[in-house]
């Protein structure tokens, strides 16, 4: 193939224009004759006995067509899964439990179900139902859960889930080595998804027996342990996948399916349950709050000798993804440095706090906190200029990382931060009590799933009598433009405008299954299943083609509908013409293509060694910010976000995660935090618990690079993970810069400022 | 069960007179939504933090989910759906589209009516402006930017 | 629960009279629909003011300001009259919340609800304004605005009674205003602190302090021993320091997810001594 002529352009999506007219339906728009409105009864407490629940005068209230809890569930305890189809085990896959039996581990744990005939029913019947509760000890900190002595959070087993080890040589050696050694303790606290959309879903009962059940997920896949919840068989539980109102990690976990599933199956009607705000706050996952202990050893010309880092993880109540979110922090611990002598200590530890789990960078953005701060302390030790001792360490493609994985795709990171640090320009002036500071920071996050997952999609494509395209795929939608990137990837392929190709996405029952909308895996995943499928149908229209014009098919190309000589001769052939012959030929004009990512076997869970990830994205961040040193408050004037993108399949949508990203990870940075007491959230709703608004943002500037080296197609790499990853730290390295004081937890709320200014000036003692 | 008081209304949509019946306490978005089918009204927080419902009542952008229904009686109101659609789309839509202002989606219509306010009373607005205009609509997905840039590009082709 | 939207001001009177203790006024709903949702409301009639629509104006009279309580707060930031003569107060409907709310939101609303952060009050308690109700029984009571709140979300008002106009004398050429609201956002934000000033000065002498904080006590509240201080005394750097250490004697904040009590007391001496200095420095120009 010549030029690319619709990959790399940049192009409107389609799902935008029905989205600007208000076209689109997310799930809370639909509606069906007949339905029932559900809701979910959540524990008060953090840790208690359940000694009784008494639905009678729930049940009994006009308009109340179910109530239910844990009995009636035919099979309430599974073990979570995440959509993979291959069985990992060794304590990946935790305890999923639907509803709460004789224990309640988290504030907000659900205990019943109602479905009521209108929303207000359904309502009052919550108020109704009677529940005794007999108050139990919680564990409310990840080291405090570690101590022998502390509650068991799930009867049987302990708090500790996982340990996971990284070694590389011998970290006495390297300390011994080093001429300046920098230790400190970083905390990262629990954080909100806050997608716009809330949870939402709508099941019914189909004319086959089938259990539909219409939401807004990342994961399609969950049908299968609903139908495990239900105790049916797989073929009868089918889940429709909407256009997702932001997922960013949040709708990974099942959330209403299995409450939908069980309401619809136990009434025969209709269902729909949204979940308010305040509860999606409050019951959904949260993204995994660390503490990382870190030891980092240099020689004073800069080069790294050792590092050794302890890294804690509150899991909350439940399992769900926390090992393998640690696991990502094991593999990015050491970050994209050349550290002869790594030591990491991992542990994701049970409490009675709200359940965490995916959270867009899932593991990644945590630990780039650490060991960004840290090296940028060493710069500041050693009088190294920043730029210069990252340098001086970063890894280059053929090198391994701590864990042992061989990068063996392009590392793009010299570039990153050297574009990204000068597009930040000349230092804004300080004026008054307000200092300026700038900052860099550079990241990792790797794109696909973890290689042992033996990850696949599939992508079914197919062209109509007249030339146009249908393709289906199990693609969930999120917003970051995946179905779209399919939809570009056959424009390109087959010749086809846009505006001529129709995706159906996200349907069980009959798209095939492409995976999990997470991992930052589906341009990866699904791309290239998409892209494999579209060249066996391009082969043979192409042989075709050649057949009718007798030339050689590889002269012939695909361009808006026709097939032509790409060399020179004046012949050509309409699309149409061409898919007619093969239809009377009996010629396949359609194909499913399956693409495999590459697998791998664990052969033990402690020790994190060799391949992970199928590759890595590496970018950087450059920002400038104004510290107004009285008040403690820090505006960003200025952020550069530079990516290595592989291939930018559509560079507007690019540049949309590269600036979403971003200010994703300012959040992160500077306001954002699920205040959590003793198991109770203190931020229940979005005025407490506080996103950036238009007023907070800078303008942002993005920067790409395009190396060509990713695995997706057309050498693309993912995006949407990796853009929040270096955000924080590059903030927290420019109020360094501004204020000299470095804060080593997040968020740089403004009173944190203020109390770090003051212990510098020797006026109070932090503790 | 107590009997509850309910109140027939009739307001303006997009041009086309609507009538329902209404409790005291119910509101605007409430009955968008569920009684008058216009689910292009977003429900993102229900207490005013968000801006997805963002409607034009006289004019006005206001939050439909901190408006009473009754309220609404006799007014007219202006959703995404007024103000353009396929067959003639406003300049707003079609900037957010080419601009690349929409990911997920779900701020799109409050910010479009937000944005149809701001234009209609500030014809040449700043970025500043327009990021005062939009501060009571969040976005999660794009960062605001390519959304701050689609309402200038719009501004530009209206005048 | 019932409805009723008065026509007139004296058929909304009889209806409060008439559901005394049991119905809630409302206008623009943006504090009654949020208290409805968290169960805080326990009325059974709603009050709609709403049509009042003669309660909603900005008159410039010889010597003072009338607004009326139905004005809303995007009313409060464009209207000529409040820019030119008490910026203090359209600088602080600038700041309130977002541009939604504003357009629905009431300055009557915003003092009936009496926040402890509420942003209205702050700028009218250092014009020392008067809040003019009305009940069946009683028309035109005059209460000063430092008067009218009693505690958290409680006013002095009598069940059946409403808030129909605020007024203030317009300030003398030589009374100089200032405000700042801290917030952990900029927009959207609810206070963490806010502090209005007003001050003359003549011959380098003060001759009127007055002093208005918001969000750093269980009401809205003025800070008179401070603006003892001040009286009649050269503003000095030491005096500026015996005024910080004052006004933190004066307040009793609260910690709560936003900020410490700690940090609010430190942020009212802070805010105090810039904008005294802002109103110092513009007088010198």
Redesign the interface.
Known sequence: MAELRIIGKLIPRQDALEKAMGLIQYAADFSMPGMLYGKVLRSPYASARIISIDTSAAERLPGVRTVLTARDVPQNESVTRFGQTHAVGGGFEGLYRVLADKKVHYMGEPIALVAGETEAISETALDLIRVKYEPLPGVFDPIESMKPDAPQVEEGRSNVITHFKVRKGEVEKGFFEAEVIIENTYRVPFVDHAYLEPESGLAWIDENGVITIRVSTQVIEHFRGVADVLGLPHNQVRVIGTYVGGGFGGKEDITVEGFLALLTYKTGRPVKLTYTREESILCHSKRHPYIMIYKTGARRDGRLTAMEAKLVSDAGAYVFLSPWVLLYSMVDAAGPYRIPHVRVDGYTVLTNNIFTSANRGFGAPQVCFAYESQIDELAKRLGIDPLKIRNINFLEKGESLASGQVLEHHVALKETTKKAFHALGEKTVPQGNVKTGQGIASGMTSYGRMIFLHDTSRSHISIEMDGSVTIRAGIQDIGGGQASSLCQIVAEVLGVPLKDIKIYIADTALTPHAGTTTATRQLYMSGNATLMAAQEIRKTLLRKAGEMMRTDPQRLDLVDREVIDTEGSEKSLSLTEVVKACASDGLPLYNVALFKAPFRDLTQYERIEGTVFPDFTFGSHAVEVAVDVETGKVQVLKLISCYDVGKAINPLSVEGQLEGGAIYGMGYALTEEVIVEKGEVKTPSLSEYLLPTSMDVPEVQTILIESGDGVGPFGAKGVGEPSVCSVAPAISNAVYDAIGVRIYDLPLTPEKIVKALKAKKGKIKID | ?KR??T?PIELMINGEWKRTEV???E?LLHIL?EKLGR??V???????????C?VLLNG????A????A??A?RQSLV???GI???EK?HPL??S?????A????????GM?V?AKALLDSNPHPT?QE???????????????????DAIEMAAEKLR | MEYFAPATLSEALSLLKKWTGKARIVAGCTNTIPDMRSKAVKAEALIDVSHLRNLSFIKEEKKRIRIGALTTISGLTFSRTINKYVPILSEAARQFGNPLVRNRATIGGNLADASPAADTAVPLLVLEATVVTDREREKNRQIPIDRLFVGPNKTILKSDEMIKEVTFSKPDLGEKCAYAKLGLRNAMAISLVSVAVLLQIEGGECKKARIGLGAVAPKPIRAYRTEDMLIGEKITESLMRDCCQSVEREISPISDVRASAEYRRSMVSLLLRRLIQQIVSEGNR
């Open positions: 069960m509850r008081n109140y409790i005291a306490q509101t939504r689910t292009e977003k429900e993102g927080c229900g207490k005013g933090d968000c801006g997805t963002t006005k952008a206001v939050n989910c901190l408006t009473l009754i309220q009686h959703t995404l759906k353009g659609t396929l789309p839509q079609e957010f589209v080419k601009h690349g929409i990911q997920c989606g779900f701020c799109t219509s479009i937000a970025r327009i990021r005062e205009a939009i501060s009571g609509n969040l976005c999660r997905c794009t960062g605001y930017k390519k959304i701050v």
